[in-house]
T-cell receptor, first 110, second 114 residues
Framework: QKEVEQNSGPLSVPEGAIASLNCTYS??????FFWYRQYSGKSPELIMS????GDKEDGRFTAQLNKASQYVSLLIRDSQPSDSATYLC??????????FGAGTRLTVKP | ETGVTQTPRHLVMGMTNKKSLKCEQH?????MYWYKQSAKKPLELMFV???????ENNSVPSRFSPECPNSSHLFLHLHTLQPEDSALYLC?????????????FGQGTRLTVV
């Protein structure tokens, strides 16, 4: 069964620190991986995508993928209070099958 | 104009009502999705339309009925809902089979069944 697991949190970090968000998935057939940010009462917005093993950096965000361990993570450097949100991990297994984790709630304290 | 637009943004309906949710995408994508988001639960995939054909139906009760008249429009018809159907209903679109597959979401419809 295809599942995406995340620690629901809440994860609390001080402003300026590195926030580390983790995600595991159940099936090696997965093809692409995404991190979405969802503010309270809003819809998810895409912040990172990663398709191959290794690191991918975009500004303060770094996504890390390890397919052998079925693990994907998101690092947020220099965390800001505006980063406080729920972060959703998503895995696309192809054939229109895209599934989400329950999300990790992040709070960045000034 | 946003890429994926959902209407209405909020909906309150009785259990005997019939209503419809609408989604429109302006991104030229070839697949559209309905997801249900309940409090503290993962996004639940409800329906997928790819090239206007329904390709996924995850054991959704028949009181939810999707319709995809063309690749840009998607509807979710609702009838005789239950209070537990109250949730945020999200529409998403993506290009399937064309390399990188990123889903883009509409603003969602907050549904309350009374």
């Amino acid at each position: 069964q295809k599942e995406v697991e995340q620690n629901s949190g809440p994860l609390s970090v001080p402003e300026g620190a590195i926030a580390s968000l983790n995600c595991t998935y159940s099936d090696r057939g997965s093809q692409s991986f995404f991190w979405y940010r969802q503010y309270s009462g809003k819809s998810p917005e895409l912040i990172m995508s990663i398709y191959s093993n290794g690191d991918k950096e975009d500004g303060r965000f770094t996504a890390q993928l390890n397919k052998a361990s079925q693990y994907v993570s998101l690092l947020i450097r220099d965390s800001q209070p505006s980063d406080s949100a729920t972060y959703l991990c998503a895995v696309n297994w192809g054939n229109n099958d895209m599934r989400f984790g329950a999300g990790t709630r992040l709070t960045v304290k000034p | 104009e946003t890429g994926v637009t959902q209407t209405p943004r909020h909906l309150v309906m009785g259990m005997t009502n019939k209503k419809s949710l609408k989604c429109e995408q302006h991104l030229g994508h070839n697949a559209m999705y309905w997801y249900k988001q309940s409090a503290k639960k993962p996004l639940e995939l409800m329906f997928v339309y790819s090239l206007e054909e329904r390709v996924e139906n995850n054991s959704v009760p028949s009181r939810f009925s999707p319709e995809c008249p063309n690749s840009s429009h998607l509807f979710l018809h609702l009838h005789t809902l239950q209070p537990e159907d109250s949730a945020l209903y999200l529409c998403a679109s993506m290009n399937v089979g064309l390399g990188n597959t990123e889903a883009f979401f509409g603003q969602g419809t907050r549904l309350t069944v009374v």
